[in-house]
């Protein structure tokens, strides 16, 4: 079956400590996305990357990095320069959009629950 | 710049009724998209519909209808015979083809059906 998988689903955190989500999908999708989701609160973007070896970041980047070495993952770390890393971690895959038609949706793993102790 | 806004925290709707949830945005791009998302309690993501802006009918998938009213730039979802398992967070979002190809999210809508 076709997908994103993302492991752990949930993960335990010292404080200081560098802590990496993975993020796999199998949907042959060029665009790969990760999403930082506070309680009560929307998405928002961390990092997203469009090919091998290129990412951009997004509005919350500062305390993550990526890395896309491969088109089938794309994995997030959680830095000690993160002050606040207690949330909850989406990864999404798309296709990039055809015809300049942004009509494709998203897809999304099942997350991963971040706790510091 | 792309925004989306979701101006109701939180609805309340009698079972079998209709409801409706409100989405507007803001984009200066001519060609965009706008999906809709449910997350249930258990976190995961559901696609449920999506509209183009170029498209000149509104939307529909079964009990879920887009109402898009481009020139106030809005996309409210409209769930008809609302069923218990509906009670989750909804999502509205946008993605436009300024090649930047990220999606946008607003800041959610909890419903909550009740019997």
Same mark, same amino acid.
């Given at each position: 079956?076709?997908?994103i998988?993302?492991?752990? @689903?949930? #993960? $335990?955190r010292?404080e200081g400590?560098?802590? +990496?989500?993975?993020?796999?999908?199998?949907l042959?999708?060029?665009?790969?996305?990760?999403? %930082?989701?506070?309680?009560?609160?929307?998405? %928002?973007?961390?990092y997203?990357?469009?090919?091998?070896?290129?990412? /951009?970041?997004g509005?919350?980047?500062e305390?993550?990095s990526?890395? %896309?070495?491969k088109?089938?993952?794309?994995?997030?770390?959680?830095?000690?320069?993160?002050?606040?890393?207690?949330a909850f971690?989406?990864?999404?895959?798309? =296709?990039?959009?055809?015809?300049?038609?942004?009509n494709?949706?998203? $897809?999304?793993?099942?997350? +991963?629950r971040?706790?510091?102790v | 710049?792309? @925004?989306? =806004?979701?101006?109701?925290?939180?609805?309340?709707?009698?079972?079998?009724? &209709?409801?409706t949830l409100?989405?507007?945005?803001? =984009?200066?791009d001519?060609?965009?998209?706008? $999906?809709?998302y449910k997350?249930?309690?258990?976190?995961?993501m559901? $696609?449920?519909?999506y509209?183009?802006?170029?498209?000149?009918?509104n939307? =529909?998938?079964?009990r879920?209808?887009?109402?898009? /009213? @481009? &020139?106030?730039?809005? &996309?409210?979802?409209?769930?008809?015979a609302?069923? #218990?398992g509906d009670?989750?967070?909804?999502?509205?979002?946008m993605?436009?083809?300024?090649? +930047?190809?990220?999606y946008?999210?607003?800041?959610?809508t %909890?419903? @909550?059906v009740?019997?």
């Open positions: 079956d076709g997908g998988t993302q492991s752990p @689903k949930y #993960l $335990f010292k400590q560098n802590v +990496t989500l993975s993020c796999e999908q199998n042959n999708h060029d665009a790969m996305y990760w999403y %930082r989701q506070d309680p009560g609160q929307g998405l %928002r973007l961390i997203y990357s469009q090919i091998v070896n290129d990412f /951009q970041k509005d919350i980047a305390g993550y990526v890395s %896309r070495e088109k089938e993952s794309f994995p997030l770390t959680v830095t000690s320069a993160q002050k606040n890393p207690t971690y989406l990864c999404a895959s798309s =296709t990039i959009m055809s015809g300049r038609r942004p494709t949706e998203a $897809f999304f793993g099942q997350g +991963t971040l706790t510091v | 710049a792309q @925004k989306i =806004t979701q101006t109701q925290p939180g609805m309340f709707v009698q079972e079998k009724e &209709a409801v409100d989405c507007t945005y803001d =984009t200066s001519p060609s965009y998209g706008l $999906f809709w997350q249930p309690s258990s976190g995961e559901i $696609f449920l519909i509209q183009g802006s170029y498209d000149q009918q939307a =529909t998938e079964g879920y209808s887009l109402n898009f /009213q @481009k &020139a106030r730039k809005s &996309a409210n979802l409209v769930i008809s609302s069923q #218990l009670s989750a967070m909804y999502f509205c979002a993605r436009d083809a300024s090649g +930047t190809y990220k946008i999210f607003g800041t959610g %909890r419903l @909550k009740l019997a």
